[in-house]
């Protein structure tokens, strides 16, 4: 080989290494460098803003998210942007309580926990809301908001020609990354809405039940989301359930879940937060290499640290008045009727009770199988991760009755608003009812669920559709009045 | 064997030398000889350096022995130029015989450089350049008179057609750049005229604004006076484009000059002592007689017009003399005016919502419904409850003193600064163009602008009686006095039921907007919305330059202070609002006059929704005072 032969192929290899270098760094700088996030104040503001993990999978590129409410309005429920959804928007917030931003390459919007577990509460309409950590979201439409973005990716506007312009009025992009969102972050976003459609169309099919504000259907999303089963025609809407001082959940032979379907504080959480989007995506190998040589550890890390703090994150104590006495006499009630399932260590606290004995909505307890447990826990391990099993047994948990206050509706498809109604026998209890409005009535213990805000602010609970029954947990309904009075009374310390 | 020039270039640099020692120095040539530069000879890189020096730099050489010069053939264009002189010589090269090209005596761009050639093959002559004193050739180049010079005719007129391209593209590509905001130099000027960046995105060309009004006067209330109709001011001392109206600030972006609002059209006001008096432009004042509402439709009337097409506001804008130069009427005639239509009919879609509620009238603006039409909200889809959002316009001078007071009639922010970054959104500047440097200019004026004292007679004795009344009754909710803002609510939201004025003001403002204001400047982590939060009650304000602010409440529903002392059954159900003479004995402006000259009056009606003048009442508000100490409280606010 003659010499200045050598010499070309030399710079032509120089060149190319070179060139390679440098798109090797830009791809790592626009698409995968992390930016660590924020100090947070304490826990709390940790659980509703800091991330678990989800960006990297399922983020939506932040000005895509930003101007979706202005561009496609009329796929939103109300004028408010977000805010529509009923999500809890703390003042001078940037994003919503249960929303995360992280910057992996650009920065990215991602879910975490506190999308469905941060409630808010009033006493009047005038009044600034007060945010609970821990408790159910009960006003957040979080069906509504998976159909608004489905919906966005649905329509032939979602392109660089719409978008841009309103992204342009908020914010000068870099010609460069205006390039990427144009030709990259765009199309692939589409994509990414569209195959989410796919995912979820078990949630869309016509005639279908819908969620409804505060609720979800948590075991099929377990079953088509995370695992991908095949589609089967059972129908699980449930509350979403308060979430803090879960150590006196943690035990031998104790059960979480609506129907007991996990042993284990640690599992449900693990769990939850890998169905939010920590997860990695099996059909994108980068996805997989990054999860198992660096996402996962840090992944555990923060589910160990979210279940130290939801452990001894207290209930909120009842805001309103509480007459002492009569809640004295309502005590030794409690411990009559109540006390033996739901009382924090008593016998059948945090256990099954049989649908047969309980006689509330079986729907619930029918979306999970033993096949879908098994076939969650298999796909648990595959991501290299260990934790007690799901499992399947029939009947419903018995929960303890920590902050039951704030926990309304009741039942596990929330399907009953208030103490009061608990305590009356079923076709006494209200067939129809808006849930959603926090404003919150302390004389029969639960949300306002009647009147024109409601309707409003909510969504329509009819007790005749499938899932939606309100029947069953009889216990109390052959009180007297004033004995019901006094056991609510009582009910209010808990 | 003959060579060519082209052969020599596919030689290696040493081949050359060596055939450039071995070959005579050859007779001075003489007429043109083609030139070719030789740079990396024997590599693919020859040709196209050659090609590339013969058409933008040099073809070849004349020579002309009888004067024992030659002149080179240059530039695209093949002009002769760079003299030198040729005579036999000695070569630095091998110190034998060759032809010497020397510029050191006749060029003064090229006399460090010297040329040697020498014949290497019939009518082909190799040369080699030298600079300064070096002895090693920096270049080689060939001269062959074997073949006719290359016809120039071509090359001369591409060369002249790129030439004059790029020439258009600097200058265009500086044109479409301009970015210039009219300079003025004293701060209340550039309060009152100065850009807050608005025109860079929501600005009507220059031409357009002076245009509408002589093109369509059916539209004026008052079609002989033009845009003053609705209550602009006129200054007539404005040092630069006086034909503008205060409020309206100009800005040249892209070569084209535009206009827009700035803070000034809601915040300068007049005043006259009499009708006959000239009026007093007040800077910092509520706008009391400017009819923002009547002015945004007039401009969405006019672009619905079947008149508002290029043709006719061409030929208008030549008709009135409003003319510009050749670019920019190609781009009104062909682009402008059409995006400028097409945008005023946006905007009159989005601001349909405005017909729901009562006229806002001169004076008053409905301030957080238009945020909610930036943010795209679906206003078809609000609740009753929201739609009527009019308020006050109110003064801003004195903002020092209030910040971290709650801010806005509601008191739904407490950052001055932010405050004002909402407000520059009406007018029309986004995050991405808002002209930080010219809004914090504003802002410093704004901090400590003081209003001007009350300028008719104060009765001393009087107010000085009236002081411990305010001091009990007023104080704590508005300040010691017109400077002095202590006290203990001062600043603070008093709940609605508590003032129980009109709620609609309020309710336009909502948990939704303002969650939705936290992502405004979200692309400036700095400057992203933090303050913004839903009150559920109205601001206490301090009452520095009381007289001015007139009429009173949040809604503007009471016309002097003395009615304001009345309980609402005995205040005005209906006044008369955009009148600017001054009523020093009920402390407010003349509200009861229908028509002046041409003008009439905006006819307010407190029955209408949002217009309630109740509220602000009761023994805790002074209403159920004597008359005696009413007259005292009254001649003390006179001192604010």
Request: a neutral charge.
């Amino acid at each position: 080989m003659s010499p200045r032969l050598k010499r070309k192929l030399l710079i032509g290899l120089a060149v190319v290494v070179v060139l390679g270098a440098a798109g090797a760094w830009f791809t790592w700088e626009k698409f995968f460098r992390e930016e660590p996030e924020p100090a947070w104040a304490d826990a709390a503001e940790r659980f509703k803003y800091g991330s678990i993990g989800a960006e990297a999978t399922r983020g939506i590129p932040f000005y895509i998210w930003l101007v979706l409410p202005r561009v496609f309005p009329e796929h939103l429920p109300g004028p408010g942007g977000y805010k529509a959804f009923g999500l809890v928007w703390e003042e001078g917030r940037e994003l919503p309580s249960g929303f995360t931003k992280r910057v992996i390459g650009f920065p990215r919007v991602a879910n975490n926990c506190a999308i469905c577990h941060t409630g808010t509460w009033r006493s009047r309409e005038d009044e600034t809301p007060h945010v609970v950590v821990g408790a159910p979201s009960h006003t957040t439409d979080v069906q509504g908001l998976l159909r608004f973005l489905i919906a966005c990716g649905r329509d032939p506007r979602f392109n660089a020609t719409t978008l841009l312009p309103e992204i342009d009025r908020e914010v000068k992009l870099s010609w460069i990354d205006r390039l990427l969102y144009r030709f990259v972050l765009i199309p692939v976003t589409r994509r990414a809405l569209q195959q989410q459609e796919q995912q979820l169309a078990w949630m869309n099919r016509p005639g279908w039940p819908d969620w409804g504000r505060g609720r979800d259907d948590p075991m099929n999303l377990t079953k088509y989301f995370m695992t991908s089963m095949a589609t089967d025609d059972s129908t699980g809407q449930a509350d979403f359930p308060s979430i803090w001082n879960l150590q006196v959940r943690k035990g031998d032979g104790l059960y979480l879940n609506w129907s007991c379907d996990t042993p284990a504080v640690r599992s449900v959480l693990i769990d939850s937060a890998l169905g939010l989007g920590a997860a990695p995506d099996a059909t994108v190998p980068l996805d997989q290499l990054n999860w198992s040589t660096k996402r996962r550890a840090w992944f555990l890390q923060r589910m160990a640290e979210l279940d130290d703090f939801l452990s001894r994150l207290p209930p909120p104590a009842y805001p309103f008045s509480i007459d002492s006495t009569l809640a004295a006499r309502g005590r030794p009630l409690y411990a009559a009727h109540c006390a033996e399932c739901h009382d924090i260590g008593a016998p059948r606290t945090n256990k099954p009770v049989p649908v047969a004995e309980i006689g509330t909505d079986a729907e619930r307890m029918n979306t999970w199988t033993q096949g879908a447990a098994d076939e969650a826990n298999r796909r648990v391990k595959e991501m290299g991760i260990d934790r007690p099993n799901m499992v399947k047994i029939e009947g419903y948990q018995s929960p303890p009755l920590d902050g039951l206050w704030l926990r309304a509706p009741y039942l596990h498809n929330g399907s009953v608003p208030t103490l009061r109604d608990l305590l009356n026998p079923p076709d006494d209890r209200p067939k129809v009812f808006h849930r959603g409005y926090d404003v919150y009535d302390p004389v029969n213990v639960g949300f306002v669920t009647r009147g024109y805000d409601t309707a409003r602010h909510g969504w329509k609970h009819d007790t005749a559709e499938r899932g939606n029954g309100n029947g069953g947990h009889l216990y109390g309904t052959g009180l007297t009045e004033d004995e019901k009075a006094a056991l609510i009374e009582y009910l209010k310390t808990l | 064997m003959a060579l060519s020039a082209r052969q020599l270039l596919r030689k290696r640099s040493e081949e050359l030398d060596a055939l450039f020692g071995a070959s005579p120095a050859g007779p001075i040539p003489e007429g043109e000889a083609t030139g070719a530069a030789i740079a990396c000879p024997g590599t693919v890189l020859a040709r196209i350096l050659a090609w590339f020096a013969r058409w933008f730099c040099w073809q070849g050489k004349v020579f002309d022995p009888a004067g024992g010069c030659l002149r080179n053939r240059i530039t695209p264009f093949g002009f002769l130029a760079i003299k030198a002189q040729v005579y036999a010589g000695k070569s630095r090269f091998d110190r034998r015989d060759c032809i010497v090209i020397d510029y050191s005596q006749t060029s003064l761009v090229a006399r460090f450089v010297r040329d040697e050639i020498r014949l290497v093959s019939p009518g082909l002559y190799l040369g080699q350049v030298f600079l300064g004193k070096s002895a090693r050739p920096a270049l080689k180049f060939s001269l062959s008179f074997q073949y006719e010079p290359a016809r120039r005719g071509w090359r001369r007129f591409w060369s002249a057609a790129t030439l004059a391209l790029v020439v258009f593209a600097i200058y265009f590509a500086v044109r479409l750049r301009r970015d210039e905001p009219v300079h003025y130099d004293a701060p209340e000027e550039h309060f009152k005229y100065g850009s807050t960046g608005g025109e860079r995105d929501a600005g009507i060309p220059y031409a357009l604004w002076k245009v509408l009004p002589a093109m369509f006067p059916e539209l004026l209330p008052e079609p002989e006076k033009g845009l003053a109709s609705f209550g602009f001011v006129f200054d007539p001392t404005r040092p630069r484009d006086a034909d503008l109206p205060v409020g309206v600030s100009k800005r040249n972006v892209q070569g084209i000059d535009r206009v827009f609002l700035n803070c000034a059209v809601c915040h300068v006001g007049t005043v006259r002592d009499t009708p006959q008096s000239p009026p007093r432009i007040i800077a910092g004042m509520p706008a009391n007689t400017v009819d923002l509402q009547g002015f945004e439709r007039f401009l969405f009337n006019a672009a619905t017009s079947e008149k508002f097409t290029p043709d006719r506001i061409m030929a208008e804008m030549e008709r009135i003399g409003v003319t510009d130069d050749f670019i920019n009427r190609q781009i009104l005639r062909h682009l402008a005016i059409d995006i400028g239509r097409r945008r005023l009919l946006f905007l009159r879609d989005r601001f349909r919502f405005m017909d729901r509620e009562p006229d806002a009238g001169p004076g008053r603006v409905d301030t957080f419904n238009p945020p909610k039409v930036l943010l795209n909200f679906p206003m078809d889809r609000l609740p009753e409850k929201e739609w009527v959002g009019n308020c006050d316009l109110p003064s801003i001078w004195n903002q020092r003193p209030r910040r971290g007071m709650a801010l806005h009639w509601d008191g739904n922010n407490t950052s001055v600064e932010e405050r004002n970054r909402s407000a520059s959104f009406g007018t029309g500047a986004l995050p991405p163009t808002l002209d930080r440097a010219s809004v914090k200019r504003m802002e410093a004026w704004l901090e400590d602008a003081q209003p001007p004292p009350y300028p008719y007679a104060i009765d001393a004795a009087l107010a000085q009686r009236g002081a411990p009344i305010y001091a009990e009754y007023c104080a704590s909710c508005h300040g010691r006095n017109g400077r002095d803002f202590a006290g203990a609510h001062v600043g603070q939201v008093t709940p609605i039921e508590a003032i129980r004025t009109d709620r609609h003001r309020l309710d336009s403002y909502t948990p939704e907007l303002a969650a939705n204001q936290n992502l405004l400047y979200a692309g400036y982590p700095e400057e992203r919305f933090r303050h913004f939060r839903k009150t559920y009650g109205y601001a206490n304000q301090p009452l520095d330059g009381l007289w001015l602010r007139a009429p009173y409440l949040h809604n503007g529903s009471v016309p002097t202070l003395r009615d304001l002392l009345e309980p609402a059954s005995r205040r005005p159900a209906s006044f008369h609002r955009g009148y600017d003479v001054y009523d020093p004995k009920n402390v407010g402006f003349v509200g009861d006059v229908v028509r002046e000259g041409s003008k009439t009056y905006f006819a307010f009606d407190t029955s209408l929704p949002g217009n309630g003048n109740f509220g602000h009442e009761g023994r805790a508000y002074g209403t159920e005072l004597g008359a005696a100490d009413k007259d005292a409280l009254i001649e003390f606010l006179k001192t604010f």
